[in-house]
């Protein structure tokens, strides 16, 4: 398996930079290394197929979307 690519997608309000650092934390308290990239591109955000943001995408698979997220929960689609 290669390395964890995580992507938060947003639109650069508070909610979405929360949910970026929170992914952030939960990788940081599960010891995990990971590619992690916030998109706050309109283009890519509507090619990837959110409809709500903020979004997250484990893998290139959406997770979550339309939700900030707490560490806790983040880690529950980390793990």
Do not use: F, W
Request: glycine letters at 8%; charged letters at 20%; aromatic letters at 4%.
């Amino acid at each position: 398996m290669g390395r964890l690519t995580v992507k938060v997608y947003g639109s650069g309000c508070k909610g979405c930079r929360t949910l970026h650092q929170n992914v952030i934390d939960a990788l940081a308290e599960m010891d995990i290394a990971a590619d992690v990239q916030y998109i706050t591109d309109m283009q890519q955000i509507m090619e990837s197929g959110v409809m709500s943001l903020p979004a997250l995408a484990v893998n290139d698979t959406i997770v979550s979307s339309g939700r900030v997220l707490r560490t806790a929960d983040v880690k529950k689609y980390l793990g």
